[in-house]
Each structure stands twice: as C-alpha cells, then as structure tokens.
C-alpha cells in the first residue's frame, strides 16, 4: 500500500490524523513477519490483545456508524447479476481455513478496509447459540466450514422457502499447540435426523431448513463433538483468492474434459490458475464412469485444493496475503473476531501442509431410499475414526489412494498428498535388448525404491524398444508409473492405446536401447 492510499485510509472512517496513525503504525509493525516475534512464541491473547487495542485506537477517529445486520444467512449474487448453474457449487474450507491461517499477517489492511464487518455479515444469535466457547490459545477446537450454493436457481428453491442448500461441508479440528489441521468432507446426500417438524433429511438441508445454527448442530450430532466456529463462503471469491496468491500448484490426480465443471485438465504436477483450481473442485461427471461414489472424489480433490492453497498460503510474503484477504473479504462469513484470527494466524506459523494436514471423508454406504439416492453413515467405522481425530492422530493409518483414478482419497501426515504412491502394485519388467541382465537390475531398483510386487518376464523382440516405457492401463494410474519411470532413472510412462497386452500385472516395464548404453 503507498503513501497515497494510506492517506485516503487515513482521511476515511476508520481513522484520521497523527493518533490513528501512530495505532495503525505501532499495530502494523508489531504484526510483521519480522523481528516483533521472530520465533512465532506469542499466544493467541498477545495478539488478540494488541489487534483489540488497535483497532479502539480507530474506532476512536470513527466518524460512522456499525452497520446494522438483518440476522438473515447472507447470500451474495455473481457480479453483474451472472446465473451460475446449480451445479456450480464451491467448497469453503479452500477460502475458510486460509482464513483462519492466514489473515492474521494482513490484519492491518483489514482494519483499513472494513473487512471485520464483512466477515461477521449474516451472523446471528441463534448460530452464536450453538457455538461452543473454547480456549483458542491452548486447545484444539472443531468448526464447521460451509459452501453454499446462491444460484439463482436455488435462490428460489421453493421446497426450502426461497433458500438454498449447502453444496459443500467439511468439520475442521483446528490443533494450534501441536500445529495440526483436520478436515473430514461431510458428503452432501449423508441421511440424518433433522429433529422436530424436518425429520430425516439428506444433511445439505440442513442450512437452507434452520440456517447457519441448524447446520452446526446436524455436523455437531453426527460428529459427536462440541463445534467451536463457524465459516461460509459464496463461490464468487474462490477465483479472485487462488489468482491473489498467484496461483497454487497441484498434482491433478487424471486428464479430463467436464463441460458441467466448466473446463479440462491435463493429468499431473502443474500451477493452476483461479479459474483452472475451481474447475477441478467442480469436477464430477468425469468420475461417474470410473467411481462409485463421484461426490467422494469431488471432496478428495477439494481437499487437495486445499492443501495446495495452505502451502502457498502459508509461504507468501506480507503483500500477497493482504491481497488473499482483500479478494476473499467479500465472500467469507465467520463468527471469529479479527483478533482471534491474529492470533490463532500467528500461532500455526510453522505449520507443514504436507505432514501436518490430515483429510479423509466420513465413511458411508450408498443406498436408496424411496426415490431418492442417501448415504447412510457407517458407525463403527465412523466412531473409529472420530476417536483418532480427537486423539489428534490422523483418521486413516496411512494414505488412500483410488487405484483407477490417482485420486488421493485421505491423508495421514506421511508427505504431501501428490506423494501417495500405490507402491503394491503388481508391475512386470521384461528385458527388450540383447543386453542380459538389464530386467534384473531394473528390479532390483524397484524393490529398493519400495515396490513389492515386481516379477521379470521374457520379450521376443528384443531391439525394437529405442526407449524404455513404463506402460499403464487407467489414467488413475499415472502418477504411479511416472514414479516407477523416476525409480529406474529412464524411460516415460505411456497409457496403454491397445498396442500393448498387461496380462496379470498392473505396470508393464519394457527396457529399451537407453538403457543398454
């Protein structure tokens, strides 16, 4: 920010003359990622303290008044009144835990520009009611992180009184001591008991039925756990936030082409674009052929959105994360006060997205009922993984990864999530040189390499192979014969066009003339 629009900050609401600048000066530079608390030491009270006293020191040069909010769930249209499809839906916890991680280092410029106001538009004392006080500063907490759908379609959905219904829900265990984050995607169709007048409903009624406070007690029941906070987000922000942070690298997990997500990707390590990291949040018909359950894929690969944003997030310097929080300000709502945030930001400093995050789906069985598709809630398994969650320790034992599709369907802390290698697959290496012995050794580097299931079988025509190829049926399972490629130091993996016959083995390995010489 230059000087000129400091003082037209300055000259604004929010503060005018030499004490406004000496509080937002003396706030601002203790805030700074720099010598104030080079170790990241101070608590969530320091902060929040020296965050309230700053913004008093403002609030004194105020010349306006609060704005005074309707109580109602807050809906914000597309720019220029654009319809967005109902399919078109956005998961918060991408906007949210950024939010709760990184807002912190850019509070300053969110006092400026009013962005406390923006963040607390829509929430009301029903939803204040269901919340559950915790001390930020020395205990893990739970909250509800919450998508919605404001199409215009669903705008006026009749059957919900004119609301819409969440498209996205993730539960969050937020860990500020021990620096570790939690997120379980809560599927849209789980069937749960809404209580009272409602009944059985799928849970993404949940918020168009009883709003913000409703929502949080179905997540609160099912869990079983107290929820702490909440946070919501429009879909229109999403763009504008992964393009402030100049993009976000992700490994696509399959090539595909979905008209209803809005576009195609390549499979593989590549930055995506705001536009591009949303299109592979959207993505779900291209599952439908290859997956059971598309919604579970859909929340995986939000979920490794996610943890793409958290890692650049948490890398950026201070001018990249003021325009993150500028771009997002409009479209999040929260019950966390900007000192809260300050602290808890200051407090997770350090944290490694790619050992400290641990994601998983609630588990469920598909069923149908009536006439409508629900998925029922598998308890035992539900109630096992709760309990590992509230240990804090992951809520899988090791990574998940769906063998057909590369989709990384839950993490356990082992590594980044792009890192989760099926390295049981049955992978058959034939030698195609006249050069003995080359298949051997090539299995030997797999093995060292973690690979358990390598076997060496016999090729007729030998000299045809210029390059060694590492061949695969599925375009799931790229990433696996790419790490079989980087295992043997050669070669490229090739999905199979019908030239080659994979008879009792995942990955065929062919050695080629690069590997004789």
């Known amino acids: 920010m230059d000087e000129r629009e400091l003082s037209r900050y300055d000259r ?16 601002y530079d203790d805030m700074r990622v720099s010598p104030a608390d080079p170790e990241g030491t101070r608590t969530v009270a320091d902060y929040s303290r ?80 269901a919340l559950v006080h915790t001390d930020m500063a020395n205990e893990p907490f739970y909250m509800v992180l919450l998508g919605t759908d404001g199409s215009a379609e669903r705008d006026t959905y009749e059957d919900f009184g004119g609301q819409y219904r969440s498209d996205s829900m993730m539960l969050a265990r937020i860990d500020p001591v021990g620096k570790k984050v939690t997120l379980i995607s809560v599927g849209r169709d789980i069937l749960v008991d809404l209580g009272g007048e409602y009944g059985e409903q799928k849970i993404n009624s949940a918020y168009a039925l009883g709003g913000p406070a409703l929502a949080v007690k179905t997540v609160s029941q099912l869990a079983g756990v107290p929820i702490s906070h909440y946070a919501q987000v429009d879909f229109d922000g999403f763009a504008a936030m992964v393009d402030a942070l100049g993009g976000v690298e992700v490994d696509v997990p399959m090539s595909f082409d979905d008209a209803d997500a809005g576009g195609a990707l390549e499979a593989g390590v590549q930055t995506l674009d705001g536009a591009q990291a949303l299109v592979l949040c959207r993505m779900r018909n291209a599952y439908s052929d290859v997956a059971a359950k598309p919604d579970e894929m859909r929340a995986a690969n939000q979920r490794l ?32 006060e900007l000192t809260d945030i300050v602290g808890l930001a200051q407090v997770m400093k350090g944290l490694d997205p790619d050992t400290s995050i641990y994601t998983a789906s609630v588990p469920t069985t598909s069923q149908v009922i009536g ?26 034992e090791e990574a998940v990864v769906d063998g057909a599709t590369g989709t990384v369907m839950a993490t356990a802390g082992s590594g980044s999530a792009s890192a989760a290698v099926d390295r049981t697959a049955m992978v058959m290496v034939k030698n195609a040189t006249e050069v003995a012995g080359l298949a051997s050794g090539a299995r030997s580097k797999l093995m060292e390499a973690g690979f358990t299931n390598v076997v060496v079988g016999e090729i007729t025509d030998s000299g045809a192979y210029p390059e060694t190829v590492v061949v695969y049926d599925q375009p799931g399972q790229a990433r696996e014969a790419e790490e079989i490629a980087g295992a043997l130091g050669q070669g490229k993996a090739v999905q199979n066009d019908g030239s080659y016959l994979l008879m009792d083995c995942d990955f065929l390995v062919v050695i080629g003339r690069d590997a004789a010489k």
């Open 12 to 27: 604004s609401r929010y503060g005018s003359g030499s004490r406004a600048e000496a509080a937002r000066d003396e706030f």
């Open 371 to 396: 006439d409508g598709w629900y998925e029922i809630v598998n308890k035992t398994e539900w109630t096992e993984m709760m309990k590992r969650v509230n240990a804090g320790e992951p809520p899988v």
């Open 305 to 336: 959105v996610l943890s793409a944003i958290a890692k650049k997030a948490l890398s950026s310097d201070i001018a990249t994360i003021a325009n993150t929080v500028q771009a997002m300000s409009e479209y999040v709502t929260t019950d966390l």
């Open 50 to 129: 020296k965050a309230a006293e700053a913004g008093r020191s403002y609030a004194a040069n105020s010349h306006g008044r609060p704005r005074v909010r309707s109580g109602q769930p807050h809906r914000r249209q597309a720019a220029g009144g654009a319809r967005l499809t109902a399919r078109r839906g956005f998961v918060v916890a991408i906007v949210a835990l950024v939010a709760v991680v990184v807002v912190g280092a850019g509070v300053a410029f969110a006092y400026l520009n009013g962005i406390a106001n923006n963040l607390h538009e829509g929430v009301d004392d029903d939803l204040r009611a």
